[in-house]
């Protein structure tokens, strides 16, 4: 049977060939290896030593010969082995270099019972670092037999075995059975996170054995093909961070995937520069090896496209001198269709060369000269290869807890154990949350990275520092995209929030643009200072001081118009229209025209839900993310942009029209209401070198914005409009449990304010206004209503300036208050 095992083997390594010539060193065992390993024997008279052979050697300068003695320990057998194991974070990436293990071996001194021994291999893996070592087991019953020359060992790095229901053999790697007593973390050998080997040598029965073994030349060779899956038909993958470009946008839309029940992606074009050029995609956030997949695998994906889709082209980069792709025109019948494209036919774009495969940082799709605006292109099951699709969702986080600084709660947990590539999501809510979609659960932040078990949640405030009272939750999804349960939530925590500035809910009182800010008096700006912290410097970007940019921003809403003023302070003013708006000196405005709650968009929306980008230039607003793009043209009554000399800088004034806005997007009419929470950001170029086109420094109010705002809605930052926490409510943390009659607000007023009033007890309300001679102005409410805190806006444009009065009944409950109504 031996004869036969030995024969078997050398025809199985015969047939086995290095895949492109790759192979990469584990141990040349040139040197001492004192200290790299760690010996261990079992039993009694049992012992293993270590020494470096410079004469016999099969490559290098030496080779490592093992001198083994296993005593009679068990009656099962005993083992003398080398351990190597990395340390408690490092991991050995073998995912795609690693389709075969290859060591030499001589046997110097055969045991004396060679039917007993057996030579073992194991791998080591370990997901995360708190997780246990889970092992697999190779073994071969031959090679230590006899006295040999120097003879090259192959090992197929293939699983065959996962249950721990076998015993180890020479095809390939198994969980050991479970009676072994071996620890386990995620039944799955983690290629990626290999932690360590063993070379055992391992005696079969209760008898006593010996043997001197030479090894040489531990190396992984051959290239496996690697399948990556880029969205699986229900989300993104987990290492990808996405772009888009030439006003396109990208997100994940329920429901509309090739199948029923899954997902798409929805890549709606846009046409920016008007010459057809637009796209989207992801930045990879550790470089894929995809070497191992470029001969063998292709690009496989379905679409559905509409009528008059034109040539799109999908694309690889490994760098600014890497970028490989593949041109086609997808069939333009609104229907889905399956594509597959071979990696191998992907070819050099944009005169670029030396693409390299093993280190893939950006993936994207984009119209070749054909986008148009507006036009919506979906796709589903986007990968290479054919991958296996997780669909087994994590277990439950554990050990969430919440503590409290200033103006700050963090919150930690435990990793999901047995779990890889997986991120966390942290939710917020006044509630406990036992569901992350249910109202009035908010996002901390989404896709935090494994390992990294803690998150700040800065608390902020609508205009005035509040004490609020927070329960959190955090939920794990692997990375295939299954999301486990909802962590049992931490107990309420309560910390006092900081007042943010909001936008004003009324207009600035005289408004007319131009340049004299007298009109935004009382208005309190946005501001962005790199003296106090208020703004954000860009990485890579210089601002030095104060003087060199700052920037004092208004932003003011009534029901048909967006009023927005800059004060800048700059010392050198460039203003060279022939260069890129973005490279000279000019304000940029991000703000969401909705009432944002739950998880942030991540790319521009369009309809009811829109995403604007606004760069006020010398000679336009330039409406960044919509077809058409400019909105005000300088010269026009609604919009002023000018020089100041003292102190050096510019003032920008502009009054934009909600109706223009939602026509020049295809977008939903947006009314303002006081509470509603606004997603908003700023950025402001500065060129201290006029005519060069070389922009030194960009000054932001988010700082997460890192010239990234632009593209991703999700590092803008959120106010509110108004001093109201939500539309309807005066404070989010608090239970009605008494009648009151609040302060307008704004107060004075032109013409539009709020009116808040709070009801212990359902019953018969009326709200009326009177003018100072006590005279009845309007009705504004006269119904029945249940108990709760309401808001009633009254629009004035119809009054003269004065004071009027608002007066609140319902049953026993009567309250009078002074407003000031100022034209």
């Not at 895949?19 to 010996?39: C, H, K, N, R």
């Not at 606004?614 to 005000?632: C, E, I, K, T």
Request: glycine share 8%; net charge negative; charged share 15%.
């Amino acid at each position: 049977m031996k004869n036969f095992l030995l024969l078997s083997m050398i025809l199985l390594l015969s047939s086995t060939t290095i895949l492109f010539g790759q192979a990469i060193m584990i141990d040349d065992f040139d040197a001492s290896d004192t200290g790299v390993y760690e010996l261990v024997v079992e039993g009694p008279a049992s012992s293993i030593l270590l020494s470096t052979n410079t004469a016999d050697k099969m490559q290098g300068t030496g080779s490592l010969d093992v001198n083994a003695v296993i005593g009679p320990f068990n009656p099962w057998g005993s083992y003398a082995q080398l351990i190597y194991r990395t340390d408690s974070t490092d991991v050995l990436d073998w995912s795609v270099i690693g389709d075969s293990l290859s060591i030499w071996i001589k046997i110097r001194n055969a045991p004396t019972m060679p039917a007993n021994m057996v030579f073992r291999m194991h791998l080591a893996d370990r997901p995360s670092p708190n997780d246990p070592i889970e092992e697999y087991l190779y073994e071969n019953p031959i090679v230590l037999d006899a006295v040999s020359g120097w003879y090259q060992l192959k090992i197929p790095l293939v699983v065959r075995e996962q249950s721990g229901g076998t015993t180890p053999d020479s095809t390939g790697f198994i969980l050991p059975p479970d009676n072994w007593g071996f620890a386990r973390n995620n039944f799955v050998l983690d290629r990626d996170k290999i932690v360590g080997y063993n070379l055992a040598l391992v005696t079969t029965t209760g008898a006593a054995d010996s043997l001197i073994v030479g090894f040489d030349a531990f190396e992984r060779f051959g290239v496996r093909a690697v399948p990556f899956i880029f969205f699986n038909g229900r989300v993104v993958s987990n290492f990808l961070d996405q772009f888009a470009w030439g006003q396109s946008s990208l997100e994940v839309e329920e429901g509309t995937g090739s199948q029923a029940g899954k997902n798409s992606l929805k890549w709606t074009q846009g046409n920016e520069w008007g010459n057809g050029w637009t796209g989207a995609g992801w930045n990879i956030t550790t470089p894929l090896n995809m070497s191992g997949s470029w001969a063998v695998d292709s690009l496989k994906f379905k679409m559905k496209a509409p009528a008059g889709t034109g040539p799109i082209r999908f694309q690889f980069e490994s760098g600014t001198n890497g970028k490989v792709g593949y041109l086609f025109t997808p069939t333009g019948d609104d229907q889905w269709h399956q594509y597959s494209f071979a990696l191998s036919d992907f070819v050099p774009q944009e005169g670029t060369t030396g693409f390299d495969s093993s280190a893939v940082i950006v993936f994207q799709f984009l119209a070749e000269a054909s986008g148009v605006a507006g036009r919506v292109i979906y796709m589903d099951d986007l990968w290479t290869g054919n991958p296996v699709i997780d669909v087994i969702a994590p277990t439950q986080v554990l050990n969430v807890s919440a503590s409290s600084g200033t103006f700050i709660n963090t919150i930690t947990w435990d990793d999901v154990s047995g779990e890889t590539g997986e991120t966390y999501s942290v939710y917020y809510s006044n509630q406990v949350i036992t569901d992350v979609t249910a109202p009035g659960v908010e996002v901390v932040k989404l896709k935090i990275a494994e390992n990294t078990g803690l998150v700040d949640h800065v608390l902020i405030a609508p205009a005035t520092n509040q004490n609020v009272t927070y329960y959190y939750a955090v939920v794990c999804v692997d990375g295939a995209g299954n999301q486990g349960p909802v962590s049992d939530p931490t107990p309420p925590l309560t910390n006092l929030a900081k007042g943010v500035t909001v936008i004003h809910p009324s207009a600035p009182s005289n408004f007319a643009a131009d340049g004299d800010l007298s009109d935004w008096a009382g208005i309190t700006p946005f501001r962005m200072f790199v003296s106090d912290g208020t703004g954000h410097v860009v990485t890579n970007t210089t601002i030095t001081n104060d003087a060199d940019l700052s920037v004092l921003a208004y932003v003011a809403m009534d029901n048909d118009y967006l009023y927005v003023a800059f004060d800048v302070t700059d010392d050198v003013v460039s203003t060279d229209t022939t260069q890129q708006s973005y490279l000279i000196d000019s304000p940029d405005l991000f703000i969401g025209l909705y009432d944002w709650h739950g998880a942030p968009h991540t790319s521009y929306r369009r309809g009811a839900e829109p995403d604007y980008h606004y760069r006020f230039g010398r000679n336009a607003v330039l409406q960044d993310n919509s077809p058409g793009g400019r909105l005000l043209e300088q010269g026009d009554p609604n919009y002023y942009w000018d020089e100041r000399f003292s102190p050096p800088g510019y003032v920008v004034e502009a009054k934009i029209s909600f109706a223009d806005i939602a026509a020049l997007g295809g977008d939903d009419l947006f009314t303002p209401i006081i509470g509603k929470r606004i997603p908003i950001d700023f950025a402001v170029n500065d060129n201290d070198t006029p005519g060069s086109g070389l922009r030194e420094g960009i000054l932001t109010y988010s700082p997460n914005n890192q010239d990234q705002s632009w593209n991703d809605v999700s590092r803008w930052v959120h106010t509110w409009i108004g001093d109201q926490w939500v539309v309807g409510v005066e404070d989010e943390n608090e239970i009605v449990k008494s009648y009151n009659l609040f302060q307008n607000y704004p107060n004075p007023f032109n013409p539009l304010t709020q009116i808040r009033y709070s009801l212990e007890k359902s019953g018969f309300v009326s709200l009326k206004i009177y003018d100072l001679l006590g005279r009845e102005v309007v009705t504004l409410v006269n119904t029945e209503q249940s108990a709760g805190t309401y808001t009633v806006q009254f629009d004035a444009s119809k009054l003269a300036s004065g004071i009027y009065f608002y007066k609140i009944e319902s049953g026993s409950f009567v309250k009078t208050n002074k407003m000031v109504l100022m034209k």
